[in-house]
């Protein structure tokens, strides 16, 4: 079993920034390719970025590229997500989710995905 958990949300004003982190409880966390999801109130869970494995390789959503890094410290058990030039539509609650695969691979869609953190809520205030 895989726990996640996430954490350093909070209230930023807009060009703000924060720095999100979710901690594996897992055995071996270079196992995992790792994304980040997003969810606002009455809109579907959105992908935002994913890493794989080894850290070699990430994507973005297009509302995010330029702004938001996702990285990952294996020897922590730990992926960040890395917000920058935060925007009131960047208001959600942010989930890590964990993919357990026998390859390296960037995965896209929460179908994908065998383990999920409870969530860390983002407001970005006007």
């Known amino acids: 079993q895989v726990h996640l958990i996430e954490s350093g949300g909070g209230l930023v004003q807009v060009d703000g920034s924060l720095r999100l982190s979710c901690a594996a409880s897992?055995?071996?966390?270079?196992?995992?390719?790792m994304g980040w999801f997003r969810q606002a109130p009455g809109k579907e869970r959105e992908f935002v970025a994913s890493?794989?494995?080894?850290?070699?390789?990430?994507n973005y959503a297009d509302s995010v590229k330029g702004r938001f890094t996702i990285l990952r410290g294996n020897a922590k058990n730990t992926v960040y997500l890395q917000m920058v030039s935060l925007k009131p539509e960047d208001t959600a609650v942010y989930y890590c989710a964990a993919n357990f695969y026998l390859y390296s691979d960037l995965r896209r869609l929460p179908n994908d995905y065998d383990y999920w953190g409870p969530g860390t809520q983002v407001t970005v205030s006007s």
């Open positions: 897992v055995g071996t966390f270079s196992n995992y390719n």
């Open positions: 890493i794989n494995k080894s850290g070699t390789g990430a």
